[in-house]
């Protein structure tokens, strides 16, 4: 730990000089590879010493990039931070990826139907609760001032499908940092992925209905042709890139690496185009190859983790960057009521509605379902845009909560699973000794 | 998008262009040795590019800024690493004598003539015009020992003029690194002493981000981790020079060589992972190159002309003064300038350098004079090859060796 939290100070105090230097220059780049460069290596370190002190790396990253980005000492610039999308898309589908590849056919038949029950009813529960304590937080709500009762409603129907949704890709990062494997870990990364496919029915109908009660028309028939298109266009276009990418592998088989990472840029850059979640996208491809080909499914793997540990690194180092710390310091009250309230709903909901076997899920499963993070940004973002005359302070309050979650959830989602006894812990282990 | 549109195209033709049967099928249109000098991508950014085709718009160059420092970062560490201080020390003064002179006469024969030229079309900016005839010597003065090491491959010279060949090729980029530095003195600042500053702190900030580099690499065992380093390190290098607007190339350089000096074995464990990307990002370097040329100017066209012909002629003069002086130490061929004139990729590197650092109309002629040189110069090297080294004209060889 010592090691590298010398390493960590020294790359600190470079990252210094070179913010002085810039100070001296009239026209300084954008950036974007600075702060690329700055959050991967700090991010390295900063996961060391996480890990060396009982944290998950993820919260080292995170708390790294918090201190470096703009809104911490400001050593990386905004619009590098801002440029590194790319980066984000990429990881998001690497990680879906790697949760693909665990969704075999045999796995989906086994829970497939509780977990899509459990998450339904655990979406609901959180999604009333947090609907009503909106409602009665109203008068705190300084951009619900001036809404009829049926916008405040609308609204906050809004603002709770926002609230409800999860992170799978914090889940799948710590899942894989930790190497847990067993009854708990898949039912938990079955939940969280099926939870967010609920959540994006429910704000899409919400956003309809916001609309409406705004002045807008009510389009049924493009409100389910759009949910539509984005669920199961997303898995038809997903399996469609899954068959060509098998055909890839096993026929032409070279620089399988460059091919993934080729094959997630396609998957995140096309799939925001095409209005397809690049989540299932990337799951649907990796799902069809692990059943039709268990061998080259195994290879993908050893490939995503050859270049995960970079992408993970600089994609959460990146997101705690992006973190508006002064968001949270504005609406600091109702975040943290609403952080509350969310949590004691997750908790209750799964804990009334998750299956007696394995025990594990009735105690732990909430703690795995309290991260959110770049899916809720997202929500969060689109609130902004589609909605001018609230969205953006609306937009401010559900930054603060994604903030206090992403930094609270995955010391959670690891404590579950280390209570849960799925941890393994040679892979803990050494994870604390690099 | 930018940045995938730039990756999955040049993973798609770099896939294709490797495969055996369609450089069986390209060997008329010297497709190998477009292939393996990296010149075919330029050839299709340039095709692509905003100026021809316009497939690839302005705004996407210009997005593609980052990752265009990140190849340059890669080339620059490659060729600081390169640098191992024990050999050069070993290697005899006659030898530096007749590289320098080879170099530095070449580059004169360039420069010379080029810089009243260049200023008189500055219209009287001698600082900018100086700046442009020092850019064009330098990459006039650089040369490639790929076509020796291809030849030497087909068993068509000995071991020994080979090594020769390349020695005198390789220490040559050493001076035209040096030239660039002074180019970018003269052109990147508003006065002398800006120029001098931001030279010098583009190797302060290269230094200083080697020693850190070595530092953390020595700590680091697991692969995994050492390649995550190694990515970052390379980001770290680029992005610290491109967001103070420095020179990306002379800040890697200056961070491998001191990686090299200090690292020990940790030099050559990032320099084996840097030679795992080196094709990809050169190939895509070379795309980024070509979509910035500009052939639709007639007066790039003009100076292309002079720039090849007295090039030639420089690196003809300067090989025979460095057979000459390094008589008894090299085993170089009768006419060794004739083997200098592949221009290398280094070249173009130094003047996409110089296009992103100097924001000057003369500046993006330059750059198209060296691009579009280097695909001229390799086109000859080839044939005069042989007759530097008096072998029958052919053109098969590189074909060969690389199919």
């Known amino acids: ?434 | 998008v930018q940045a995938l549109l730039v990756f999955l195209l040049v993973m798609t033709l770099s896939m294709v262009a490797s495969d055996k049967r369609v450089l069986e099928v390209g060997r008329r249109v010297q497709l190998a040795q477009l292939v393996s000098s990296g010149l075919l991508f330029l050839l299709i950014g340039v095709f692509l590019g905003p100026r021809l085709l316009g497939l690839f718009p302005m705004e996407a160059v210009r997005g593609t800024r980052p990752l265009q420092s990140i190849a340059l970062a890669v080339v620059g560490l490659l060729v600081g690493l390169n640098l191992m201080p024990q050999l050069l020390r070993k290697l005899p003064p006659k030898l530096y004598l007749g590289v320098g002179a080879q170099a530095l006469l070449t580059f004169g024969v360039v420069a010379l003539p080029l810089a009243v030229i260049l200023t008189i079309a500055a219209s009287g900016d001698w600082g900018k015009g100086i700046g442009a005839a020092v850019m064009l010597g330098a990459c006039a003065s650089l040369s490639s020992p790929h076509v020796s090491v291809l030849w030497y491959r087909a068993g068509r010279i000995g071991r020994m003029k080979q090594l020769s060949i390349s020695l005198v090729a390789m220490l040559d980029d050493w001076v035209g690194l040096g030239v660039l530095a002074v180019a970018l003195i003269f052109g990147a600042g508003v006065g002398l002493r800006l120029g001098a500053g931001l030279a010098a702190m583009a190797i302060v900030f290269g230094i200083a981000c080697g020693a850190l580099i070595a530092y953390l690499l020595a700590a680091t065992r697991e692969a995994a981790e050492v390649g995550a380093m190694v990515m970052g390190s390379v980001a770290l290098v680029a992005g610290v020079s491109s967001y103070l607007h420095v020179s990306t190339l002379v800040s890697a350089v200056a961070c491998g060589a001191t990686v090299a000096i200090i690292g020990g074995r940790m030099s050559e464990d990032l320099f084996r992972w840097l030679l795992r990307f080196e094709r990809p990002i050169f190939q895509g370097l070379m795309f980024m190159v070509g979509v910035q040329v500009d052939v639709r100017n007639p007066w790039v066209w003009v100076l292309l002309t002079a720039f090849v012909a007295v090039r030639l002629f420089g690196k003809h003069q300067g090989g025979r003064v460095a057979k000459v002086l390094t008589r008894g130490v090299l085993v170089l061929p009768p006419r060794l300038g004739y083997a200098l004139v592949a221009q290398g990729g280094l070249s173009l590197c130094i003047a996409a350098e110089y296009l992103l650092l100097v924001d000057h109309p003369m500046t993006q002629i330059v750059f198209d004079v060296v691009a579009l040189a280097a695909v001229v110069n390799e086109a000859l090297a080839a044939r005069l090859f042989n007759r530097a080294v008096n072998l029958p004209a052919s053109t098969q060889v590189i074909s060969q060796v690389s199919a």
């Not at chain 1, 009665?136 to 001032?145: K, N, V, Y």
């Not at chain 1, 709770?160 to 190497?179: K, R, Y």
């Not at chain 1, 409100?223 to 266009?233: D, Q, R, T």
């Open chain 1, 1 to 434: 730990v010592k090691a590298a939290a010398i390493r960590l100070a020294l790359l600190l105090g470079l990252l210094a000089l070179v913010t002085g230097a810039r100070f001296a220059r009239e026209a300084p780049g954008r950036g974007v590879a600075f702060s690329a460069g700055a959050l991967l290596l700090c991010g390295l370190f900063a996961g060391k010493v996480a890990s060396g002190v009982r944290l998950p790396r993820l919260t080292g990253y995170l708390l790294i990039g918090i201190l470096i980005g703009p809104y911490g000492v400001g050593f990386l610039p905004a619009e590098g931070v801002a440029g590194l999308g790319l980066v984000k898309g990429l990881a998001v589908s690497l990680i879906a990826m790697a949760a693909g590849t665990e969704l075999r056919w045999a796995v989906l038949q086994r829970v497939g139907t509780r977990v899509a029950v459990l998450s339904a009813g655990i979406c609901l529960g959180v999604f009333v609760v947090c609907w009503g304590s909106l409602l009665l937080l109203r008068p705190l709500l300084p951009f619900m001032e001036g809404m009829t009762l049926t916008q405040s409603i609308a609204v906050g129907a809004l603002l709770a499908s926002v609230l409800v949704s999860f992170s799978p890709t914090v889940t799948i990062a710590i899942l894989q940092e930790t190497s847990a494997k067993g009854p708990f870990s898949e039912f938990l990364m079955a939940v969280v992925i099926v939870g967010d496919l609920w959540v994006m029915i429910l704000f899409a109908a919400a956003a309809a209905f916001t609309k409406a009660s705004l002045g807008g028309e009510l389009d049924l028939a493009s409100l389910a042709g759009g949910i539509g298109w984005e669920l199961f266009g997303s898995l038809g276009v997903g399996a469609g890139l899954g068959i060509l990418s098998l055909i890839y592998l096993r026929r032409i088989r070279s620089e399988r690496a460059l091919f993934l990472i080729g094959l997630c840029f396609l998957m995140a850059e096309g799939g925001v185009r095409l209005h397809l979640s690049p989540l299932l996208l990337a799951l649907a491809a990796a799902a069809l190859i692990a059943n039709a080909d268990q061998r080259e499914a195994e290879r993908l793997n050893v490939n995503i983790e050859r270049v995960g540990l970079p992408i993970f690194a600089l994609f959460f180092a990146a997101a705690g960057a992006g973190l508006h710390l002064h968001a949270v310091a504005e609406v600091g009250l109702v975040a943290v009521l609403l952080v509350g309230i969310r949590m004691l709903a997750i908790r209750v909901a799964s804990r009334a509605l998750s299956p007696r076997e394995p025990d594990s899920l009735r105690r732990l499963l909430w703690m795995g379902l309290i991260s959110q993070a770049g899916v809720t940004f997202g929500l969060a973002s689109l609130v902004a845009r589609n909605f001018p005359t609230f969205g953006a302070s609306a937009e401010v309050l559900l930054v603060a909560v994604v903030t206090l979650h992403e930094l609270v959830g995955p010391l959670l989602t690891r404590k579950a699973l280390t209570e849960a006894g799925e941890v393994d812990p040679h892979a803990v282990a050494a994870t604390g000794s690099h």
